[in-house]
């Protein structure tokens, strides 16, 4: 069964392939997906994020939610592990989750599958994806890597079982993405790719990586990635740590 809803302005997708009746499971997924958007969006003025920023009333970490505080922490971690590069504030001090937010949101979706029971799914927040068991035959899951030079092309096609892939990169939302440690854009990389146990992981690192550069490529295996492939502003691929490509198909 396959079950698809806008979130945070982008389409996500939930692919179930256990024989069950998973639309309870998959609605309690997309709640998950909606509250956190409700609650983070930068875009909304009655989001918490957007209170904690208008009001200095809130600025204490006791006013703010539990999710709130969970998010924040995660994102200084990443901060703190990349010296800067990673962020979570903007240039005047005001909260920017989003580094955060997505991918920690679809790994609590994620968990709601595997709550009700669910072993066989991919969840695909906007490209950013968790896949769990198989999509049958014992296969593993394949996960399509966008080329940042051409939407319509693949630059790899992964294989991966019981983890996570995310995706950053300039090519979609132009130059978004900033090196905290000088605030500047980040254009070392054209995209990086991370995969690892969970999506909260895979997104952070996707960003660090985009960040700090061809550096951070090392930087994430070291920060618990699986494995990251990044095409560099030169259009060079560095591919490191434990990747699984896709053979091609091939007829009989």
Known sequence: MRFLETVMGIPMSIDVRDDVDARPAAERAFRVLREADERFSTYRPDSEVSRVNASPALAAETARSADFREVVAIGEAAARASEGAFRIRRDDGSWDLDGVVKGWAAAQAAQELRAAGLRDFCLN??????VSGSPGGGR??????????DASAMLAVLEVADGAVATSGAYERGAHIVDGRDGTPATGLLSATVVADDLTTADVLATTVFAMGPDGVGHALRSGA????????AGRIHAAGGLEFA??????
């Open 140 to 149: 593993l899951w394949s996960v399509g890597i966008r080329s940042p030079h």
């Open 226 to 233: 699986r494995g990251v492939l990044a095409v560099d502003a």
């Open 247 to 252: 053979r091609p198909v091939t007829s009989p």
């Open 125 to 130: 927040a906007g490209g950013d994806v968790v």
